[in-house]
């Protein structure tokens, strides 16, 4: 683990369990006022016959107050205890949608090239890419109101599917410090009559300006594990990278009801190049295999060597169909001219898209299978999962 991420780790853990502590201590002081209050009250109260007393009222009160503060504070510390960047936004997330009165929860981080990064609970796929909070608020705003209004049609066919509809929400900026936005967090709510309310939107600043730093952490020890994880000959990311990578897609894609899309590619004959060219030239057609791979994918697509002449590409939020069309690009982008020494190569492929009962183990292997019936087909084609030859 980088130096670096370590200290900042612990440093954020500190600041946090400092506020627990202080949030705790401020509730332990307060209780005690009203402890205190309360014995007298309750004695007058039992002087007049045993009714309850406003000092019992308060007391009640107050120990659930302590109780809030005291798990809201414990939620606040888990966020910084962890530099794994989805399971940050996870628990900031979580932490998002404790407000009995929030139905679901979204939060939009920006990467450096790659389009933001999403997670959301609470709600479909279908109504997480309708939401227009994927920058933070406009012009400086402390925070934006959300208010919906759907068309009769559409409202109809969304309450015969048995949803319920969004109705509104409140979006904040999430920041470290002063500096600017490095995105934004906003929840939601299905109730007609409903607003977010002055504390509401206080608490949601507070758990932003809390996951800003720790989202901010997550991100650079994720770029330095990245930096380790490249193939020298290729540049492209390695088969540790791939897999758990392909570990961490599949538990999104299933955790918020994503797409999620692979395909397994393999040169064709490339032993025999290598046979007949040498092991330096086959080197030589595998990194313009490489580069030419990588110029035909989406950004938001994974692409990676997983051992000898065989790549893979993970594609997040896309379907079999999607990787098809990505390994028509790939085709055309191989086969236009030459690569390397080589005057020729072709590429065959398997697809395969992610299934509810799928682990990363299973997709890569009805993948994997999928390329071997292309092999064995003619080579220079695609085959996918759910083909039978």
Request: hydrophobic residues 45%; glycine residues 10%; proline residues 5%.
């Amino acid at each position: 683990m980088p130096p670096f991420a370590d200290t900042a780790t612990w440093i954020a853990v500190g600041f946090a369990v400092g506020a627990a502590v202080l949030a705790l201590g401020a509730s332990l002081v307060l209780l005690g006022i009203v402890l205190r209050r309360g014995r007298a009250s309750g004695e007058a109260g039992a002087a007049a016959g045993g009714r309850p007393t406003p000092g019992r009222r308060d007391l009640r009160d107050a120990l659930e107050a302590a109780r809030e503060e005291s798990r809201r504070a414990r939620l606040l510390a888990e966020i910084a205890a962890t530099i794994d960047l989805d399971e940050v936004l996870r628990r900031t997330l979580a932490a998002a949608v404790e407000d009995a009165a929030v139905d679901a929860a979204m939060l939009s981080v920006r990467q450096v090239e790659d389009e933001p990064l999403v997670a959301t609970v609470g709600m479909t796929a279908e109504e997480a890419s309708r939401q227009p909070v994927a920058t933070a608020p406009p012009g400086g705003a402390r925070a934006v109101r959300i208010s919906y209004r759907y068309g009769p049609d559409e409202e109809g066919v969304l309450r015969e599917a048995g949803t319920e509809l969004i109705q509104g929400g409140v979006a904040v900026p999430v920041r470290e410090g002063e500096g600017p936005p490095i995105g934004t967090l906003a929840v939601f709510w299905r109730s007609e009559d409903r607003g977010p309310e002055e504390g509401e939107v206080t608490r949601l600043e507070q758990l932003a300006a809390t996951s800003a730093p720790a989202i901010r952490n997550a991100q650079r020890f994720r770029e330095a594990r990245e930096l380790a994880d490249v193939d020298a000959l290729t540049g492209l990311h390695n088969r540790r990278f791939f897999h758990d990578t392909l570990g961490r897609e599949c538990a999104r894609a299933q955790r918020y009801d994503r797409r999620l899309a692979l395909v397994v590619l393999d040169v064709d004959d490339f032993k025999e190049t290598n046979d007949r060219l040498g092991h330096l030239a086959g080197d030589a057609v595998l990194a313009a295999v490489a580069e030419r791979l990588h110029g035909a994918v989406r950004r938001a697509d994974l692409t990676c060597r997983v051992g000898g002449d065989e790549f893979a590409v993970i594609l997040p939020e896309a379907g079999e169909r999607d990787a098809e069309q990505l390994y028509r690009r790939i085709q055309f982008a191989v086969g236009s001219g030459s690569a390397g020494p080589a005057e020729r190569v072709r590429i065959s492929a398997g697809i395969a898209e992610l299934r509810p009962e799928d682990d990363p183990v299973s997709l890569f292997q009805r993948a994997d299978d999928a390329l071997y019936r292309a092999k064995q087909a003619g080579k220079g084609q695609v085959r996918g999962a759910g083909e039978s030859a």
